[in-house]
């Protein structure tokens, strides 16, 4: 890993965060709770990937307006961020810690944090919708209806679907899992990378491929996950470890162990590479970031 993907990444964090603060809610108003508990999960730090990979597809595709970008990339963390808060809900994993500090029901109560995710994701497509009336707006119309679809129940919302009723049943095969961890995690990886591509005005073959190294960064980034879940601690997570055990969630790890997951990671991110390597090749970028990222997620702890 070189110090220049350090630096590169750090500099697009701190940009996805300092986008993500303008776009914040006032808390005030009879409505002020459910603001303050939006902003408290909305704040809880992460890796703001998502955001990070829809800004390096828009550079990467000559994005050179960043009115066009910066409210999807707000609106990307707050539908990200809405997940986390449902995921984390009694009624679902029922986890009391995410990124190191309380989950949203734990400090606000189950009532609240149900709002504040249903407040997040209408939230994020009213943001997304500031970047009307800029001249682009064909390209705003095909970067909402990626975001809605992903989002939907033909993608991370069927994937939740998917992974609730196979908690604790019995002969989950291999093609259940593959859809939950492709609808549940990988779509909203896709979402960001065909955006940023959408918005950069990128031809529909490149927003084809990469909605291919969506899903291989996805799947890889789950099963990481996964294994994660079962090898890591809560101090490098920042939440419970072996929560999927408990709760009797068969995954990849489940089925095939964990040499045979990392192996499965190591795969699905080659070949989100070798499609990130040929778009910057195409484009005559010489510093391929996307895939230098892909790399370092092979083996990341947290």
Known sequence: ????????????????????????????????????????????????????????????????????????????????????????????????????????????GAGMATLAGDGLLNLAFETALKATGLGHDGRVIEALKVLALKAGIYGMAGGQCADIESENAENITDDVIAFVNEHKTACMIESSLMIGAVLAGADSESVKRLERAGSCLGIAFQIRDDILNRTGTQQELGKPVGSDDEMGKTNYVFLHGLDEAQRKVVELSSEAVSIFDGLYAARNIGYAFLSELARKMEGRKK
């Open 1 to 108: 890993m070189s110090e220049r993907f350090e630096e590169y990444l750090n500099d697009a964090k701190d940009y996805a965060e300092r986008v993500l603060m303008r776009y914040l809610p006032e808390a005030e108003g009879l409505q002020k709770t459910l603001i303050e508990a939006m902003n408290y999960s909305l704040l809880a730090g992460g890796k703001r990937l998502r955001p990070v990979l829809m800004l390096e597809t828009w550079r990467m595709f000559g994005g050179n307006d960043e009115r066009l970008i910066t409210p999807f990339m707000a609106a990307m963390e707050m539908i990200h961020t809405f997940s986390l808060v449902h995921d984390d809900l009694p009624a679902m994993d029922n986890d009391m810690y995410r990124r190191g500090r309380k989950t949203t029901h734990a400090v606000y």
